[in-house]
């Protein structure tokens, strides 16, 4: 069981989900998406985090969106928390903004290209608040192991996940080798797939990210036949007009039908 504040049906056996926009883009759009998951969920017994970056460190161009105000993205985050009992995750880039996310969310991340970044582990263990740490697309799973190490050498107690989203693959590709799941299972914390992530074609000479939504579903169905313990998915009412990563996330109105294949698929490898 993993050891996150208000994660509801966790006796229930079956995979977390870890969804919500790729950033804050205000606070209606935030609740919204954040009770139609958690009606989703409530109804198939899944286990539910909502995910929102209340900054984004990582675009591609200078004028690119990165948020509304880092106090007012925190706020709405935490609003959701408490509006819907539900476990909220965000992401963080320095180690100074650790224990700042930390006073407004649940679970702290770390993103991939972050995640050998020794000091960013510490402070984020510091904070006490469970972490979850994206292998590097330039990692092997096996190497993930020092991350988790870090974390426990500071804080034992802390609960580490790790988050695998692929391995670059050329210059503008990603690719997904699931037996980076399996090695990261040997670490005994739970292992999720990011199944939008997983699917970017990021570095195009648009400066905008590109990606492959439409197999979505293809990354989650393997992902959870290998037995991942979690899906990472990013949702947006019209992905189209998102501003940060729409073109890899999933329409909201797809996800229940998502999760209930995934289910099936879940009962059928227990």
């Known amino acids: 069981m993993l050891k996150i504040n208000n994660l509801k049906n966790q006796n229930s056996g079956n995979f977390v989900l870890i969804a919500g926009p790729c950033v804050v883009e205000g606070r209606d759009m935030a609740l919204e998406i954040a009770e139609k998951v958690k009606n989703i969920t409530d109804r198939l017994n899944i286990p539910y985090v909502f995910k929102a970056s209340y900054r984004k460190a990582n675009r591609t161009k200078l004028d690119s969106f990165t948020g509304i105000g880092d106090e007012l993205a925190l706020g709405i985050l935490k609003e959701v928390g408490q509006t819907f009992a539900l476990p909220t995750v965000t992401d963080i880039h320095e180690s100074d903004e650790a224990a700042l996310a930390a006073k407004y969310v649940d679970v702290l991340q770390i993103p991939a290209f972050l995640c050998r970044q020794t000091e960013l582990l510490v402070a984020a263990a510091q904070t006490g608040k469970a972490v979850n740490v994206k292998k590097g697309q330039f990692m092997h799973g096996s190497g993930m192991g020092f991350a988790v190490e870090k974390i426990k050498a500071v804080n034992p107690d802390v609960e580490v996940m790790l988050t695998d989203r692929g391995n670059s693959f050329g210059y503008s590709d990603i690719v997904v080798d699931y037996r980076n799941i399996v090695e990261m299972k040997a670490f005994n914390v739970p292992i999720i797939m990011d199944c939008t992530h997983s699917l970017?074609?990021?570095?195009?000479?648009?400066?905008?990210?590109?990606?492959?939504?439409?197999?979505?579903?293809?990354?989650?169905?393997?992902?959870?036949?290998?037995?991942?313990?979690?899906?990472?998915?990013?949702?947006?009412?019209?992905?189209?007009?998102?501003?940060?990563?729409?073109?890899?996330?999933?329409?909201?109105?797809?996800?229940?039908?998502?999760l209930e294949k995934l289910l099936r698929i879940r009962e059928a490898i227990k």
């Open 200 to 258: 970017q074609q990021p570095n195009q000479s648009s400066g905008v990210t590109g990606g492959k939504p439409a197999l979505i579903e293809t990354i989650a169905k393997a992902a959870i036949a290998v037995g991942a313990d979690g899906i990472f998915i990013e949702t947006h009412p019209n992905p189209s007009v998102a501003k940060s990563d729409g073109a890899n996330m999933l329409a909201l109105d797809k996800l229940e039908g998502l």
